[in-house]
């Protein structure tokens, strides 16, 4: 969904009124609850050249100054940047409103073209398992300072059409002792599955969640929008059977996964004997 606004040749100032009126205060520190802007589809005309320079945040408990990342605007437009952390939708598992977990800063800055910003997230609160990571996610959203199509409005005179639009990255929390080197690797290595009718469940034994990159389920390609929901930690997440899945007695299941640097694991196979199930039900 786009969160169009349509403004006339003053308005960069009422905007920007806008979206300072919802700050509040939490633990000595600026939150923002932004609820009249929606999370955005970003933009592909306006999000062209800006990028977080990773796709994901490792934060460990015992990073007492917190952790950065850099958002790079290599477009020719200047944005109004403003960024929060929030948790994953239970049912969508995309971004939701602002959280009081973390803190961003800067909150909001100015993001001139061909230039970089650093975002700094310190956790200010809430209460996380210890025995398993948690996620959230960063978010920027990034309105345009300049340009826009410009059309007639209702009443004839000139108005600028500008598009809300957002950059999300995964911030994933981990206890103390969970930090090391590989760990969603060796997840995603650990990952047993099953076959029960249509469906097929990949169970996760590790206290860290599995990202996947790509899934195959006996040939037939599982769509990348079903990829979004995240195979829980000491949890069980479904996949449908793609169209083109073969039934044999031996289905092949084959996926990789995404590494803490953003880099694809090698693939993962493995074989799931149907007729095993069909034993154990008869």
Do not use: C
């Amino acid at each position: 969904m786009k969160d169009i606004l349509i403004m006339n040749e003053n308005s960069r100032s009422t905007l920007i009124q806008r979206i300072m009126r919802p700050l509040v205060l939490f633990g000595g520190g600026l939150l923002f609850l932004l609820s009249a802007f929606p999370y955005a589809e970003a933009a592909k005309n306006e999000l062209q050249g800006t990028f977080f320079v990773s796709t994901r945040l490792i934060y460990p408990e015992d990073a007492q100054q917190g952790k950065s990342i850099v958002l790079n605007n290599n477009s020719d437009k200047d944005f109004l940047l403003q960024a929060y952390v929030s948790q994953p939708d239970t049912v969508t598992s995309l971004p939701t409103l602002p959280g009081k977990e973390f803190l961003v800063t800067p909150p909001l800055v100015h993001l001139p073209a061909h230039q970089t910003q650093t975002l700094r997230l310190l956790r200010i609160g809430g209460d996380f398992p210890t025995d398993r990571e948690s996620v959230f996610f960063l978010t920027a959203r990034l309105i345009p300072n300049e340009g826009g199509e410009r059309e007639k409005n209702a009443s004839g005179s000139p108005s600028v059409v500008k598009y809300l639009t957002a950059l999300s990255v995964k911030v994933f929390w981990r206890p103390q002792g969970l930090d090391k080197p590989n760990a969603v690797e060796e997840a995603a290595g650990k990952l047993t599955a099953k076959i029960m009718g249509d469906v097929l469940s990949l169970k996760n034994p590790t206290p860290y969640y599995v990202t996947l990159r790509t899934l195959s389920i006996g040939g037939g390609d599982v769509p990348t929008s079903e990829l979004v929901h995240l195979i829980p930690p000491f949890g069980i997440q479904n996949y449908r059977l793609p169209t083109g899945t073969k039934r044999t007695a031996v289905i092949p299941v084959v996926w990789t996964a995404i590494k803490e640097n953003g880099f694809d694991t090698a693939p993962y196979l493995s074989p799931v004997d149907t007729r095993e199930i069909v034993a154990e039900h008869k």
